[in-house]
């Protein structure tokens, strides 16, 4: 594997030519010590064993999709499932393959730009895809930019698969989170959604105002506040750092994992968008660019 480092005076960032995988970011705190704000590996190698997608850019499509896969332009394709449950790409999605390193930059705004070719067919999915993604430090924020073309038409949705740890805790229940976000989607025993969208007010997915996460475990997709680019904010008392959300997505998938402290914002398309009419559409033609912009800002509260 190969292993890219670059760093402002804000940050330090390690990337990962396989699965893209952040492996490590970390914050220079007001003391002009590090933190380490995701949870990773130490040594590349035990990546390749990795079952949670730690860091790595996840796709063809992130998230789940039912009834074994989809129907497009009446064509219907077939992708890998576990009782009709596909998820994040398939048996070996994006996470699990080698990147090319385009690009690296070390001055000013610097950045890694990485890039992946699936083929037609790969896992099911229609077309010849051509995927960047592009890590970019900006004073105390990592930008991260995923963009795709194909040569037919297909479906896309793509994130990234970082899990956040603010503090040295065992666990993120006292982690303070809000959500700009009034919507979540109902979900099956499968966490395929329903269709349906239920409003958060009243219910325990309610994070429109900032509160701690608590006990209960979130594998959940909640749906943005149209015409705001900020979807969420994150707060550790412990360390004093916070962590601001922005994206140009509809939708964000909250998920704490319940074997090990971290919390992923997996900004993103709907889930099941191919099997779902009434979801924004994850269609990608021929011509056109898939462009999903995230950014993760870092802020020491007093």
């Not at 067919?121 to 895809?129: A, H, M, Q, S, V």
Request: glycine share 8%; hydrophobic share 35%.
């Amino acid at each position: 594997m190969k292993q890219v480092t670059i760093s402002n005076a804000f940050m330090t960032l390690m990337v990962l030519d396989y699965g893209a995988i952040v492996q490590k970011l970390l914050v220079k705190g007001a003391d002009g010590k590090y933190t380490n704000v995701v949870v990773g590996f130490n040594h590349p190698s035990r990546y390749r064993l990795d079952e949670n997608c730690l860091g790595a850019c996840v796709g063809r499509y992130a998230g789940r999709i039912s009834n074994g896969g989809f129907e497009l332009d009446r064509e219907k394709f077939l992708l890998y499932h576990e009782e009709g449950v596909h998820l994040h790409g398939g048996k070996e999605g994006f996470n699990q393959k080698y990147w090319n390193i385009e690009e690296v930059r070390y001055e000013d705004d610097p950045y890694v730009k990485l890039s992946y070719k699936s083929k037609h067919l790969e896992e099911g999915y229609p077309g010849n895809l051509t995927v960047t993604v592009t890590y970019k430090l900006v004073g105390n924020a990592l930008q991260i930019v995923h963009e795709a073309v194909t040569d037919r038409s297909t479906v896309v949705n793509l994130t990234n698969h970082s899990y956040f740890k603010l503090d040295d805790s065992p666990y993120v229940d006292d982690y303070e989170l809000q959500l700009n976000c009034p919507y979540y989607l109902e979900t099956t025993e499968k966490l395929l959604p329903t269709g349906n969208l239920i409003p958060v007010r009243n219910t325990d997915y309610n994070f429109l105002l900032s509160k701690k996460i608590g006990v209960k475990r979130l594998d959940t997709p909640f749906v943005k506040n149209i015409g705001s680019e900020k979807i969420a904010e994150l707060y550790s008392n412990k360390s004093g750092i916070s962590l601001k959300v922005y994206t140009n997505q509809p939708a964000v998938i909250v998920y704490t994992p319940p074997d090990f402290p971290g919390i992923c914002f997996e900004t993103q398309n709907y889930p099941d968008a191919p099997n779902q009419s009434d979801f924004p559409s994850s269609v990608l033609r021929p011509g056109e660019t898939y462009n999903n912009i995230a950014i993760f800002k870092f802020d020491l509260v007093p």
